[in-house]
């Protein structure tokens, strides 16, 4: 942006347009991110936390191509138990889903098919002519049955109910019918055509409609698990062994043909699946434990098989194989815990793609204090329930940035890029300015926040003057005598061993 102190409010910052411009301060990350979009590259983001290594993934997400694939899982007759993928392109989708609404036929109002189709379909009462719901089995004018033909009949007060009772079982020829079949002139031309319930509807199918719906029902059942419009970024941080890579739902049934749920039906998706075609984002990438590996299988095949995971379950004897799962790769850890990526993960990714260690801090200059203040703007429009601010809490937020790059990074002339808690004083500033009906956010607003957004140890500090001091105030003497829980790590107890 331009000169940053021509700013007088926050509002008259232009938010970029392209994501990747929003990062503030990781000109490197982002020069990298841009390349592994284009060129489908792995990316370890390494740095603390709050600066910025989600948004980056995020996106380099939104600079890729839309997916163009749709993966099912198809019906085995020869071996129910092993169903097979079927991965179709966007247009074969299309031209799917556009012969799938022909399929469908149309749609008429109950009132303009003609009356013995209505009657016979529920939705006209045949004694009074009354439309409704086909749900309603006695009509709300007359009171009687709809399908009770036998109105004149002096038996009829006496056979109504048994009637009904027939028809609600489905016992009776007429009244309350799914579908009806019969055929119409149309064109100077004879033609087979059937009425459904759709619920306040009728759907109509003509010979073409009924043609295209027999060669559906001639393919063999299947199930889209990852469909074809969907978010190319998936967020699978913290996700068990199951959410990752996909499981079998049991069905107490499952063995029972009639009963039972086909094993293909049964099938989901784990996150790697989800990510085909886009980027798979996981955060505290350590944290995973030996899940690491898996991803490296999955980098490496591009195709990972989903299988039941719970040995007790139905679905353990279910396994798909060769299910797609080509996806981008961008995991993100802190410095200390970096140790603890996988040797053969991280082989993986240098050897596709890049380590990036992100900034903490970049240089106090007019165009960095440039880029705080695009930052500040974003945070307040992204929130959109705080005022904007203006210069005077421009300028208290850049001193703040500034005062903690020396503080927590030790770096002077500098502006801190640790902004999730640069966004949590900005929010702090602006609900303060809406509890006092301020139109703006001022130095006021951001001084008062800064008290209010000291951590717990900072707080502590303030009071007693140390951590420990704090800590001994708290905890009685009793307490440190005689309970374990204070001191779990020290104690010499077993049970804490």
Not at 38 to 45: A, M
Not at 118 to 142: D, F, H, M, Q, V
Not at 279 to 284: G, K, W
Not at 387 to 413: C, F, L, W
Request: include cysteine.
């Amino acid at each position: 942006m331009g000169d940053w102190r021509s700013v007088e409010c926050t509002s008259e910052v232009v938010i970029p347009g392209d994501p990747l411009q929003r990062v503030i301060g990781q000109e490197e990350a982002v020069t990298l991110a841009r390349i592994a979009a284009k060129q489908r590259r792995h990316l370890l983001l390494v740095g603390p936390p709050g600066t910025g290594k989600s948004m980056i993934a995020q996106a380099l997400a939104l600079h890729l191509a839309r997916p163009t694939q749709e993966i099912r899982v198809v019906h085995n007759p020869e071996n129910p138990e092993r169903p097979l993928v079927e991965v179709k392109g966007a247009e074969e989708v299309r031209i799917e889903m556009r012969s799938r609404e022909n399929a469908e036929g149309e749609l008429m109002d109950p009132k303009n098919a003609p009356v013995n189709v209505a009657e016979r379909l529920g939705y006209r009462c045949r004694n009074c002519g009354t439309y409704s719901s086909p749900k309603e089995r006695i009509c709300p004018k007359c009171q009687k049955g709809k399908g009770d033909v036998a109105a004149n009949n002096p038996f009829g007060d006496l056979m109504t109910g048994l009637f009904e009772q027939m028809n609600v079982a489905g016992l009776t020829g007429t009244a309350g019918k799914e579908r009806v079949t019969t055929t119409r002139t149309r064109f100077g031309k004879e033609e087979v055509v059937v009425f459904e319930r759709c619920g306040e509807m009728i759907r109509v199918l003509d010979q073409e409609a009924l043609e295209k719906r027999r060669d559906l029902e001639k393919r063999s059942p299947r199930k889209v698990i990852v469909r074809l419009d969907r978010n190319p970024f998936v967020l699978a941080t913290g996700s068990s062994e199951t959410e990752l890579l996909g499981d079998v739902r049991h069905d107490p049934y499952g063995g029972h043909a009639q009963l039972g749920t086909q094993p293909y039906d049964r099938v989901v998706p784990g996150a790697i699946h989800e990510a085909h075609e886009g980027v798979l984002f996981i955060d505290e990438l350590p944290h995973l434990g030996h899940q690491q590996r898996f991803i490296l299988t999955a980098m490496q095949e591009k195709r990972f098989p989903i299988s039941g995971r719970n040995p007790q379950s139905a679905g353990a004897s279910v396994k798909v194989e060769n299910v797609p799962c080509d996806f981008i790769f961008v995991g993100a850890c802190n410095i200390q815990d970096l140790e603890q990526v996988l040797s053969p993960l991280r082989s993986r990714i240098c050897g596709n793609g890049y380590e990036v260690l992100v900034n903490t801090a970049m240089p106090d200059t007019d165009a960095n204090r440039g880029r705080l203040v695009q930052f500040i703007a974003q945070e307040i429009v992204s929130d959109g329930r705080i005022p904007h601010a203006d210069a005077s809490a421009i300028e208290a937020i850049v001193r703040e940035a500034r005062g903690r790059a020396v503080k927590v990074d030790g770096i002077n002339n500098a502006l801190t890029l640790r902004l999730r808690e640069l966004g949590g004083l900005i929010r702090a500033a602006g609900d303060l300015a809406v509890m006092e009906g301020a139109e703006l956010i001022d130095a006021k607003h951001i001084a008062k926040a800064v008290e209010r957004s000291k951590s717990a140890e900072e707080q502590i500090k303030d009071r007693y003057g140390s951590y420990t001091q704090g800590l001994g105030t708290d905890i009685s003497s009793a307490q440190k005598e005689r309970s374990p829980y204070y001191f779990w790590n020290e104690t010499k107890d077993s049970m804490y061993h």
